[in-house]
């Protein structure tokens, strides 16, 4: 492990430090070895996962490459020193914003925000990142400085990158077929000693080997890290820091995408849970450290974490023997990477663009569908073409438009249903039902679901508007509207229900909207979708209460108040309505005689939930309401009973505690028959008790084949 996180960081620094800034490569060196040290202790250290092995993030790696070729091309006269404290100013500065963000992410709790990124953009950004890391390594070949493809074909070129390609290949391929812990340092040892057994045939002496750039080069006695902060505060060119926030500011999503990416990556290898805030703090003191000493941040790769537990680590030994093994190198290891074959250098950042490219191009045309893949590969070509911060934006945007067209293909209609079975819960005569149902469809029942945008919202308004406007259908005479799980209305979607308004109108249908959040009956009333004293637009607190309304509605065509019986008191308007449902009438006065009285006013409680089953009551007039109270303190209508209705048969037959209350709407009159006085009939009036039971019966049944009667018409329109 020590000798794969000493060979990365070798080979990042030869990246990042190519070209104008070859010459200061030994000190980048120094740098990247002094960050994996940071980086390994205090993450080894601190992490809620004690064998975590931790290195430089090597998604960072080619963008550091491109702000340093930009900072070069900004001051192409400034000497050398001055750019290279330039790049150390923006790369400490950067570590430092990253530090400020991973502790915040951590300390608000906000590990899991990286679930609110597109997968497909992610996989993009990984992609890219394996482009521009293709274009560093390339361009850190010391023939490969022009433009021209000739150049890519000299002796010196190809006997740089044809075999550092063939060793990043044999790297990636490897390891696939053969799983054995020491693979892949027995493959760097291969690699080395063909190396220098091809310089032996062939006669190169070492120092021709190194002019040739067959070699890292001369590396200078001692220690490589050199503490350069403060000289870079001091002679950096803060103008041209600034130019590269743009890009950095691309560098702080990515690396925060990598780390939760490859959190998620260790917690597969590890089969256990980190805790991500944990993760994001100790990463944050990590970045600090290493910003502070003028070094690059990084966190726990996942494919190193696997190769960790495939040596069976177990605890932090294993990190804080990488951490050593980077110091020492820091300290005496000069002459070693003097002689260190340049292939491999360049190999390394072409495995991880092979392995980028394998996960994100290859595999993820399998489990993408192909407008996610096309994402990817438009994000790749961005990359390569144009830029990688616009490549980040162009996939945002792609994202951004794709999901708006897949959740414009979706409906935001849950169910559609009419006034035919959709009742209220108000418990109606058999009469009235058979009215009801008869004149159903003058009621369009339309209950939402989900987000309700531009989109959704005008397919809505069609679907709405082709229900007014059909000829051969039914008139409507109510829409009805539930947005009971409705998540959210935008602005946009506002200007649709405005023209449903307008249609409503001049069709005079009435709009009944019901369920509404106080959020969704703001935006209505700001585009002037719901107006005071509007005629044809009605809100309710539920569906139960708009589809009252509208029942009423019909029922007032079939009965007019003065068509409405007068009875002399409401013992005589019970009896005449008990009278068609017992079998003898002549026994509807016998049981009203052993009836108790009981007046309620508005909003009186009859009885609370949890009281005992006591009896059966019988509305004599006005009405009262079943109310269920929840959890949240709020109460539930389950019922509405009008004059005839009972309530409590289960009264008459059980003595448990009531399931909800029942409470007056409006002034009421009730007759009261106790379990007891029931039992003294059974006793004493057999005939009687058996009208009773046949009532309450028949009652069930009713009430049971209304039920499921709406349920399957529920059932098939769902």
């Known amino acids: 492990m020590g000798l794969l996180t000493v060979t990365s960081a070798v080979s990042f620094g030869t990246v990042i430090f190519s070209g104008d800034l070859a010459p200061a490569l030994p000190f980048g060196i120094g740098l990247l070895l002094f960050s994996s040290v940071v ?5 080894t ?44 100013a923006t790369i400490a500065l950067n570590s430092l914003i990253v530090s400020a963000i991973f502790f915040a992410l951590g300390f608000f709790k906000l590990g899991s925000f990286v679930r609110f990124i597109p997968y497909p953009v992610v996989g993009g950004f990984l992609a890219g990142t394996g482009v521009l890391l293709l274009i560093a390594a390339f361009q850190s070949v010391s023939e490969l400085n022009s433009s021209s493809i000739a150049a890519f074909f000299q002796l010196n070129a190809l006997l740089q ?19 054995h812990v020491a693979v892949y340092p027995s493959i760097l040892a291969v690699a080395v000693a063909l190396f220098y057994i091809g310089l032996a045939l062939t006669g190169t002496p070492i120092a021709e080997a190194n002019a040739q750039g067959l070699l890292l080069g001369s590396v200078p006695s001692g220690g490589l890290y050199q503490f350069a902060t403060f000289s870079a505060i001091a002679q950096a060119d803060w103008n041209v820091v600034i130019q590269q926030i743009p890009t950095l500011a691309a560098l702080w999503l990515v690396a925060t995408i990598a780390l939760l990416l490859h959190g998620n990556g260790v917690e597969l290898v590890a089969t256990r849970d980190l805790n991500f805030n944990r993760e994001l703090k100790v990463a944050s003191l990590a970045w600090l450290l290493s910003g502070v000493g003028g070094g690059v941040g990084g966190f726990a790769s996942a494919g190193e974490n696997a190769l960790a537990k495939q040596l069976g680590t177990t605890g932090r030994l294993t990190g804080w023997i990488v951490a050593a093994i980077c110091l020492a190198m820091v300290l005496g290891g000069a002459p070693i990477l003097s002689l260190f074959p340049k292939f491999i250098l360049i190999g390394m950042p072409l495995l991880v663009t092979l392995e980028f490219f394998n996960e994100w191009l290859y595999e993820a045309w399998f489990k993408f ?3 996610d893949y096309a994402i990817i590969v438009l994000i790749v070509l961005v990359t390569a073409t144009v830029g990688f911060l616009q490549a980040i934006s162009v996939g945002l945007l792609a994202a951004i438009v794709l999901f708006v067209i897949n959740y414009s293909r979706l409906t935001v209609v849950r169910r559609i249903s009419t006034g035919t079975y959709h009742h209220s819960n108000v418990l109606r005569t058999s009469e009235e039902i058979e009215i009801l149902e008869a004149e159903g469809d003058q009621a369009y029942i339309v209950e939402l679901q989900g987000l309700i945008f531009f989109g959704t919202a005008n397919k809505l308004l069609n679907q709405v508007r082709d229900r007014i406007n059909h000829a051969d259908a039914k008139p409507v005479r109510c829409v009805v509207l539930d947005f009971r799980l409705v998540s959210g209305l935008d602005a946009s979607a506002v200007l649709s229900f405005a023209k449903l308004k307008q249609v ?6 009435h709009l009944l909207y019901t369920n509404l959040s106080a959020e969704a009956m703001q935006r209505l009333k700001q585009g002037d979708c719901i107006e005071e004293d509007d005629p044809y637009c009605h809100i309710f607190a539920d569906l139960d209460r708009g589809l009252e309304w509208y029942e009423q509605q019909i029922l007032q065509q079939y009965y007019q108040p003065e068509e409405q019986p007068q009875f002399d008191s409401p013992a005589a308007a019970l009896a005449e309505q008990l009278k068609t449902d017992f079998s003898d009438p002549k026994q509807v006065d016998r049981l009203l005689s052993y009836l108790e009285i009981h007046h309620l006013e508005a909003e009186e409680y009859l009885f609370h939930q949890g009281d005992p089953f006591d009896g059966l009551y019988f509305v004599a007039s006005g009405q009262v309401s079943v109310v269920l109270k929840l959890g949240d303190h709020t109460t539930k209508r389950i019922r509405t009973y009008t004059i005839g209705n009972t309530i409590g048969e289960m009264g008459l037959y059980r003595r448990t505690l009531r399931m909800a209350s029942v409470v007056a709407d409006k002034p009421s009159t009730l007759y009261f028959l106790s379990t007891e006085t029931f039992e003294k009939i059974e006793a004493t009036d057999p005939l009687l008790a058996s009208n009773i039971h046949r009532f309450i019966v028949n009652l069930l049944a009713e009430r049971l084949q209304h039920r499921e009667q709406e349920l399957k018409n529920l059932l098939e329109s769902a």
Do not use: C, H, N
Not at 39 to 43: K, L, M, R, W
């Open 504 to 509: 409503a109108t001049q069709k005079q249908v």
């Open 45 to 88: 250290s601190f992490s809620s996962y004690p064998a975590i092995v931790a290195t430089i993030a090597e998604s960072t790696v080619p963008i550091f490459s491109l702000v340093a070729r930009q900072i070069v091309e900004l001051m192409p006269d400034a000497p050398i020193e001055q750019k290279l404290l330039t790049v150390v």
């Open 39 to 43: 980086i390994s202790a205090v993450i």
């Open 369 to 371: 569908s192909r407008s």
């Open 161 to 179: 990158w044809v075999p550092g390609l063939i060793f990043a290949a044999v790297m990636f391929l490897v390891p696939q077929r053969i799983t």
